[in-house]
């Protein structure tokens, strides 16, 4: 490859980078699918885990707005983030969920000891 | 075209020749801009994403959920080698944010695990308590069917004690009817405010004017101390009589003489001597007219008065 070729394949892919991604429909409907998971998982019943959900929508529509206006890659990025967050939803809504459980069980083992004893 | 041509080529000529005079000033600036990227201070988001994983390693995550955490390290070092390479640009901040998801998503799932434990810890708590209660429940019932049982038993056995006791009173009842039947065969008894009277005939225990027993009428005292046993007595007074002829003071001595020898005759008898006492009445409160043989032999007598057991 002489130096003229190296320059001008220099040239083409600087340009296929810059324009050439694609659409991250894959990506804004997955994150679509977890804000939706996060939901009926409980998220918005719990004030941190709602935190969370409502980022993960807001980033999602900021996503569709990046891909409207053609900048691909920062909404891919954007949608990452908003599926990170609508994964942590659901998890902190499990998890306060599990708590409860695992309170409400032990109340039970309480009550029940103190029915035996009396 | 040919002139075109060349023209072409002589703007690409110059075009190499000052991009080739760039090279070293290009070279440099790229140089001086990574050495800019390693010096930068890490953006807010990877130091939050750094301790965030921090953290959830050192909970729960650690034993709990290690995929989780896994894949939370990887996406900090991806984070980290974004920053390492393009410096605090806005992909290694979306990274370092992703990250910090991770790690809490890790943290979040190691929680739930914990959680999930210790509920199950709990049931199963719960289900050997329940089965503690129960087992109480039946030793509880258990004593309380033995202690039924015990009270039954006690029940009966005084519904037995009673009806053998009711059976010997009964059995009692008899023999001091059999008795005092026969004792009416012997002599006149009699139910008054002192208590009840048994008159014994002096004749039929005593020789005239003597005070010792006669054989005859030591079977009848006999008589008379076993009815008087199964009859039960508070106490007993044995009353001599005679009838009004001869002296009275000699009347009075051998009544009460005479008295003596049936209280002793009848302590031989099963009758304790602290209940029976003797009194010499003489011809006192006579119950026949002395003026005949048949009102004397009336008057000359033994009069037992018994003060019953009962009030």
């Known amino acids: ?118 | 075209m040919k002139a075109a041509m060349t023209r072409t080529r002589t703007i690409t000529t110059h075009a190499f020749s000052a991009l080739r005079a760039a090279v070293p000033a290009l070279f440099a600036l790229g140089l001086g801009s990574l050495m800019a990227c390693g010096s930068a201070a890490a953006p807010q988001e990877l130091m939050d994403a750094r301790t965030a994983y921090a953290e959830a390693a050192k909970g729960p995550a650690a034993d709990l959920a290690p995929a989780q955490l896994d894949t939370a390290k990887t996406s900090l070092d991806a984070a980290q080698k974004s920053f390492d390479s393009d410096g605090p640009s806005q992909k290694t901040k979306d990274l370092a944010y992703v990250a910090q998801r991770r790690a809490e998503i890790a943290a979040a799932e190691g929680g739930r695990e914990k959680a999930e434990r210790k509920r199950a810890a709990a049931d199963k708590d719960f289900k050997s308590t329940e089965i503690e209660g129960l087992e109480k429940t039946k030793e509880q019932l258990e004593a309380e069917r033995r202690a039924r049982e015990a009270a039954n038993q006690d029940v009966n056995k005084t519904k037995a004690e009673l009806a053998t006791e009711k059976a010997a009173r009964a059995e009692a009842e008899k023999r001091a009817a059999a008795a005092l039947a026969s004792l009416q065969e012997i002599a006149k008894v009699k139910e008054e405010a002192r208590g009840v009277v048994i008159t014994l005939s002096g004749s039929v225990l005593f020789a005239t004017g003597k005070s010792d027993l006669l054989p005859i009428a030591q079977d009848k005292l006999n008589q008379v101390a076993k009815a008087l046993v199964s009859q039960g007595f508070k106490a007993i007074v044995v009353q001599g009589y005679t009838d009004s002829r001869g002296n009275a003071t000699d009347n009075q001595t051998l009544s009460l003489k005479r008295a003596q020898s049936v209280r002793d005759y009848l302590t031989t008898q099963s009758i304790p001597p602290e209940k029976i006492t003797a009194e010499g009445e003489g011809a006192s409160r006579p119950v026949a007219p002395n003026d005949t043989a048949d009102g004397r032999a009336e008057n000359r007598r033994v009069e037992i008065v018994v003060t019953p057991d009962k009030g």
């Not at chain 1, 708590?99 to 032990?106: F, K």
């Open chain 1, 1 to 118: 490859m002489n130096a003229r070729t190296w320059v001008y394949a220099c040239f083409c892919s600087s340009l296929l980078a810059c324009g050439g991604a694609a659409v991250p429909q894959d990506s804004l409907t997955a994150a679509q699918a977890d804000v939706k998971g996060a939901e009926v998982g409980g998220a918005a019943d719990d004030p941190k885990a709602a935190l969370h959900l409502k980022l993960a929508k807001d980033q999602i529509e900021l996503a569709q707005k990046q891909i409207k206006d053609g900048d691909n890659e920062a909404a891919a990025r954007t949608l990452d983030r908003a599926q990170a967050d609508a994964e942590l939803a659901l998890s902190l809504a499990k998890e306060q969920k599990a708590q409860g459980d695992a309170s409400e069980a032990n109340d039970q083992v309480g009550k029940l000891r103190k029915e035996i004893s009396k």
